[in-house]
T-cell receptor, first 113, second 115 residues
Framework: QKEVEQNSGPLSVPEGAIASLNCTYSDRGSQSFFWYRQYSGKSPELIMFIYSNGDKEDGRFTAQLNKASQYVSLLIRDSQPSDSATYLCAVRGIKAAGNKLTFGGGTRVLVKP | DGGITQSPKYLFRKEGQNVTLSCEQNLNHDAMYWYRQDPGQGLRLIYYSQIVNDFQKGDIAEGYSVSREKKESFPLTVTSAQKNPTAFYLC??????????????FGPGTRLTVT
């Protein structure tokens, strides 16, 4: 079992709709959870992070964390063609020395006009 | 402007040659990291450093070496021992410590091709 798992996609979403991305993790003691966006050929850029159960909203993005079920999700509201990218989930485990992050393989999102 | 720079953007080398990738940050971050990304894959940690003159192996350190002589700089050498060095190399930095999120910020990356 991979430590951090994401559906590779592509997740095809009509413009204006909600994109829902999921990420599951195996380390039950994980502390912090991050979502990065990566455009093709570019480096990852941080969208948001969450470390408490529940929802955290930032503009059109909402991160949702459920530690009991060991998943974290990202919702993108009013999806735009510019949201087409790969979204990486990263997790910091309880045993993570040096603030190490473990990354999932990413979910590719395609927003169709 | 604060940020992380990596050079060069593209690098081509012949098999059997060592090559050094540069990473510099002016964010005053204590921690720095090197990742490797292969096409269609996530990021895998090569080495990380939490403080000057100290660094630790990540998940795929074989065939790589690093140094951390200055807080701002964390160069990565890809040696001839690395069996499949062609990849996209990403440098990141963060604050260090415990009890915080300590999110990592990435440089623009270096795309290395070895033939």
């Amino acid at each position: 079992q991979k430590e951090v798992e994401q559906n590779s996609g592509p997740l095809s979403v009509p413009e204006g709709a909600i994109a829902s991305l999921n990420c599951t993790y195996s380390d039950r003691g994980s502390q912090s959870f991050f979502w990065y966006r990566q455009y093709s050929g570019k480096s990852p850029e941080l969208i948001m992070f969450i470390y408490s159960n529940g929802d955290k909203e930032d503009g059109r993005f909402t991160a949702q964390l459920n530690k009991a079920s060991q998943y974290v999700s990202l919702l993108i509201r009013d999806s735009q063609p510019s949201d087409s990218a790969t979204y990486l989930c990263a997790v910091r485990g309880i045993k993570a020395a040096g603030n190490k992050l473990t990354f999932g393989g990413g979910t590719r999102v395609l927003v169709k006009p | 402007d604060g940020g992380i720079t990596q050079s060069p953007k593209y690098l081509f080398r012949k098999e059997g040659q060592n090559v050094t990738l540069s990473c510099e940050q002016n964010l005053n971050h204590d921690a720095m990291y090197w990742y490797r990304q292969d096409p269609g894959q996530g990021l895998r940690l090569i080495y990380y450093s939490q403080i000057v003159n100290d660094f630790q192996k990540g998940d795929i350190a074989e065939g790589y070496s690093v140094s951390r002589e200055k807080k701002e700089s964390f160069p990565l050498t890809v040696t001839s021992a690395q069996k499949n060095p062609t990849a996209f190399y990403l440098c990141a930095s963060s604050e260090a410590g415990t009890g915080g999120a300590y999110e990592q910020y990435f440089g623009p990356g270096t795309r290395l091709t070895v033939t």
